[in-house]
């Protein structure tokens, strides 16, 4: 099992800022999978997190609004750049049990965009 | 991975009434997970049941699979208040992204 520690756990931003998201895996894992999901909607995926190489995006998600950091097998970071009230949403990480093949979540952060 | 069709979308029932869920996909599977989410929060893994299983059960939790129909079905039994969430399923062909589908909004009455 994995255990993920996300934060922040929500916050309140405005317009045209930017709000890093980090989660930490208290195991080393290959590969971390940042999801968006939108208010009252399921989840959607934004990329694919490897260590030392860039991550894979979904179509729909664009390095330049998603940024994403994988410096070691035990963090990565999401930014969401330059934001408008659209991005208003729930972003969550998780990691996949290599074993069982399932994921574990992060707590996820609630992101409101003013 | 594709993603699963949940069904209902939304289910309303008393506490301690049994409640059930079903699953579709569309292409084969190596296995199909189940997964809960309590109020905006990270997904929890429920259940995981492989393409050759028909049948598994994990406390209150009876999954089954049948993989000529291509359907799932999540039956809770003696459900309670803490059952309340949403409820996702993911049909996975072995890759290692998960892709999730609507779910079933759960509401357990006291």
């Known amino acids: 099992s994995a255990v993920i520690s996300q934060k922040p756990s929500r916050d309140i931003c405005q317009r045209g800022t930017s709000l890093t998201i980090q989660c930490q895996v208290d195991?080393?894992?290959?590969?971390m999978f940042w999801y968006r999901q939108q208010p009252g909607q399921s989840l959607t995926l934004i990329a694919t997190a490897n260590q030392g190489s860039e991550a894979t995006y979904e179509s729909g998600f664009v390095i330049d609004k998603f940024p994403i950091s994988r410096p070691n097998l035990t963090f990565s970071t999401l930014t969401v750049s330059n934001m408008s009230p659209e991005d208003s949403s729930i972003y969550l990480c998780?990691?996949?049990?290599?074993?069982?093949?399932?994921?574990?979540f992060g707590s996820g952060t609630q992101l409101s965009v003013l | 991975s594709q993603q699963g069709e949940e069904d209902p979308q939304a289910l309303s029932i008393q506490e301690g009434e049994n409640a059930t869920m079903n699953c579709s996909y569309k292409t084969s599977i190596n296995n199909l997970q189940w997964y809960r989410q309590n109020s905006g929060r990270g997904l929890v893994h429920l259940i995981l049941?492989?393409?050759?299983?028909r049948e598994k059960h994990s406390g209150r939790l009876r999954v089954t699979l049948d993989t000529s129909k291509k359907s799932s079905s999540l039956l809770i039994t003696a459900s309670r208040a803490a059952d309340t969430a949403s409820y996702f399923c993911?049909?996975?062909?072995?890759?290692?992204?998960?892709?999730f589908g609507a779910g079933t909004r759960l509401a357990v009455h006291p």
């Open positions: 049941i492989r393409s050759n299983e």
């Open positions: 993911s049909p996975s062909g072995g890759y290692n992204k998960l892709i």
């Open positions: 195991s080393q894992v290959t590969m």
């Open positions: 998780s990691v996949e049990d290599r074993d069982d093949e399932k994921l574990f």
